[in-house]
């Protein structure tokens, strides 16, 4: 595909579930990003890797939250025992270079926590 | 934590008419950077200015820059329909080179 794909587009998960989000970037990119929107607000950085290095994860709000990148390609969000607060789009960004260069967006996944 | 902040946080105008939105921002900064939202979807990028740099243009849009005032502004001219959605702000802060940090958005609507 062309662009970055995220799945699943929407996520409905009982208080308590675990549950995982998929992100593929772009073929080639070296570096990819995780960001959480709550509605009406602005994309709120959570990690980032590059290729299969996680350099920094200041932005994960809690241990139950893990992100990981193993072959430098596709990556996955991982959220255990989720609870009403990590209701939110999840959006996933690549970009082919550093990151404070243009980023390429996916389409987000909407987790709604019941 | 958000570094820019747009303004107006809304804005409603008529179709043909020019929209500008700005952003005052904290911290000096290597590049800013607009993106644009439609409802539900993904994060679309618009334009990147430099520090260095004062204005650019990109088809209908115009950006400028004022380093001095910590501050930036997105024009866009002859508003279609098409461009109703939510714009965002993006610095990439001096001595941070790992991240760009999003202000909280205007949210634009062209009337018909």
């Known amino acids: 595909g062309a662009g970055v794909s995220q799945s699943p587009r929407y996520k409905v998960a009982k208080r308590g579930q675990d549950v995982a989000l998929r992100c593929d970037p772009i073929?080639?990119?070296?570096?990819l990003f995780w960001y959480q929107q709550a509605l009406g607000q602005g994309p709120e950085f959570l990690t980032y890797?590059?290729?299969?290095?996680?350099?920094?994860k200041s932005g994960l709000p809690s241990d139950r939250f893990f992100a990981e990148r193993p072959e430098g390609s596709v990556s996955t969000l991982k959220i255990q025992r989720t609870q009403q607060e990590d209701s939110a789009v999840y959006l996933c960004?690549?970009?082919?270079?550093?990151?404070?260069?243009?980023?390429?967006f996916g389409p987000g996944t909407r987790l709604t926590v019941l | 934590s958000q570094q820019g902040e747009e303004d107006p946080q809304a804005l409603s105008i008529q179709e043909g008419e020019n929209a500008t939105m700005n952003c005052s921002y904290k911290t000096s900064i290597n590049n800013l950077q607009w993106y644009r939202q439609n409802s539900g979807r993904g994060l679309v990028h618009l334009i990147l200015?430099?520090?260095?740099?004062r204005e650019k243009h990109s088809g209908r849009l115009r950006v400028t820059l004022d380093t001095s005032k910590k501050s930036s502004s997105l024009l866009i001219t002859a508003s279609r329909a098409a461009d109703t959605a939510s714009y965002f702000c993006a610095t990439a802060t001096v001595n941070r080179d790992d991240k760009i940090i999003f202000g909280k958005g205007t949210r634009l609507h062209i009337l018909p």
């Open positions: 073929s080639g990119h070296v570096s």
């Open positions: 960004a690549s970009s082919s270079g550093p990151p404070t260069d243009t980023q390429y």
């Open positions: 200015i430099r520090s260095n740099e």
């Open positions: 890797f590059q290729n299969e290095a996680q350099l920094d």
